[in-house]
C-alpha cells in the first residue's frame, strides 16, 4: 500500500513558477513509478508528467514540455514538479500518481495510488 500527499499548489500570477512536491509512503514507494495529472472544471484528468522509479526515465505532456520538469528523490520518497512560465490554462488540480509497473505513463488507469490532490490556479 502506497499513501501520497501532495503540497504546493497556490496562485501565481501568468509567467511565474511553483513547485510542487508528493510525498509517498509505504514499504515499497521507492521502487514505484510516479505521474503528475490534473484536471480543470469540466475536463478530463490530463497526463502532466512521469518519472520511473529511479529517475532515469521522464516524459512530458506536449503541453508542458520545456516548462516543467518533473523529479524525485527516493532517500526523501518525494516527488517533485517544477513549474515555470505558467499560463492560465495551467490552472487546475494537480495529483500525483503511483504504481509498480506502467505500461501506458499517460493513462490514468495505469495508476491505482492517488493522492488528494493540490490546487493550482495562474492568473493573466
Known amino acids: 500500500q502506497v499513501q501520497l500527499v501532495e503540497s504546493g499548489g497556490g496562485l501565481v500570477q501568468a509567467g511565474g513558477s511553483l513547485r510542487l512536491s508528493c510525498a509517498a509512503s509505504?514499504?515499497?514507494?521507492?521502487?514505484?513509478?510516479m505521474g503528475w495529472f490534473r484536471q480543470a472544471p469540466g475536463k478530463e484528468r490530463e497526463f502532466v508528467a512521469a518519472?520511473?522509479?529511479?529517475?532515469?526515465?521522464?516524459i512530458y505532456a506536449d503541453s508542458v514540455k520545456g516548462r516543467f520538469t518533473i523529479s524525485r528523490d527516493n532517500a526523501k520518497i518525494t516527488m517533485y514538479l517544477r513549474m515555470d512560465s505558467l499560463k492560465p490554462e495551467d490552472t487546475a488540480i494537480y495529483y500525483c500518481?503511483?504504481?509498480?509497473?506502467?505500461?501506458?505513463?499517460?493513462?490514468?488507469?495505469?495508476?491505482?495510488?492517488w493522492g488528494q490532490g493540490t490546487q493550482v490556479t495562474v492568473s493573466s
Open positions: 509505504g514499504r515499497t514507494a521507492s521502487s514505484y513509478a
Open positions: 500518481a503511483s504504481d509498480r509497473s506502467i505500461s501506458n505513463w499517460a493513462s490514468p488507469r495505469e495508476y491505482n495510488y
Open positions: 518519472i520511473n522509479w529511479n529517475g532515469g526515465l521522464t
